[in-house]
């Protein structure tokens, strides 16, 4: 079975990006981006509408790094250290060697490659530091711009179930994307 440990947790640098830990200064960025109804709207999850439930975010997120059991970062522009999105490697499967990869950003930044470049470097990540077998993202179908970043990474469509999630007396389907290491291009 897999050992994951993110101590000392590691920052990542891109070309233009840093990718660092989320703490509780990051909480108006975490609520605007958890309680943003548009950037929600493939998620379903609950949206955030206080600085209390952003904080319980926060909170969240920083359990699973010393849990070892998920880890996110705060995507930043390098030379700004208020965060425009969150990425992360969640529902970690060691005895698969699995994770799934999720990511979000504000709408002012989409279309600039920033989603890309995170992903390339979360990839690498998860197949150097954590000896991943493979990668998945889970996503709405109705997700293009989502769909669109993954396969610029390699990524490729698994599967499409039908109505297999229930949210709010709705159900979804979900698209199953993966990258396995064989087939990554560092």
């Keep these: 079975m897999l050992t994951i440990n993110f101590h000392p947790f590691q ?6 990006l840093l990718l660092r830990r989320i703490d509780n200064n ?10 943003n109804p548009e950037i929600m709207k493939y998620i379903p999850r609950p949206l955030a509408k206080t600085t209390e439930d952003a904080l319980e975010h926060i909170a969240m997120i920083e ?14 522009i390098k ?6 999105g969150i990425i992360g490697h969640y529902r970690i499967s ?4 699995r994770a799934e990869i999720g990511y979000m950003s504000f709408p002012e930044h989409n279309g600039k490659g920033y ?3 995170a992903i390339k470097a979360v990839v690498a990540y998860g197949f150097e530091q954590m000896d991943l077998h493979s990668i998945e993202a889970i996503i709405d179908p109705g997700n293009i711009a989502s769909e669109r970043v993954l396969q610029k990474n390699g990524f490729v469509k698994e599967a499409h179930l039908l109505e297999n999630e ?12 993966s990258l396995l290491r064989k087939n990554w291009k560092k």
């Design 11 to 16: 920052n990542i640098e891109t070309e233009r």
């Design 26 to 35: 990051d909480v108006e960025e975490v609520l605007g981006l958890r309680g």
């Design 63 to 76: 359990d699973k790094i010393i849990s070892n059991t998920g880890i996110n970062w705060g995507i930043t």
């Design 79 to 84: 030379g700004n250290p208020k965060i425009i």
């Design 94 to 97: 060691p005895e698969n060697h």
């Design 115 to 117: 989603i890309t470049e």
């Design 166 to 177: 229930l949210w709010e007396g709705k159900f979804w389907d979900t698209v199953i994307y």
